[in-house]
């Protein structure tokens, strides 16, 4: 039988996703215009996105549905 490995991170999920995208959009400023400079582009919106709604969850306003 398969043992999983597991891992503690040593950062936050946000510090980890803000940090890729700062990396996607570093990467992607030395790309031309073209599908994969979009492609960096689209990637770092979707991890921007994924913060927002971790911190949206984390945060203490929110209530659990009735």
């Known amino acids: 039988m ?4 597991r891992f503690k ?3 936050s999920l946000k510090d980890r996703l803000v ?3 700062k990396r996607l959009r570093e990467e992607a400023k030395l790309l031309p215009p073209a599908a994969l400079r ?3 582009l689209r990637k770092a ?3 921007e996105t ?3 709604i971790d ?3 984390r945060s203490p ?6």
């Not at 398969?2 to 490995?5: A, K, L, N, W, Y």
């Open 2 to 5: 398969f043992q999983r490995r």
């Open 19 to 21: 940090g890729e995208v």
């Open 61 to 66: 306003g929110l209530q659990p549905p009735k």
């Open 38 to 40: 979009e492609g960096k």
């Open 50 to 52: 994924a913060a927002h």
């Open 55 to 57: 911190e949206w969850l």
């Open 9 to 11: 991170q040593t950062q």
């Open 45 to 47: 919106r979707q991890a």
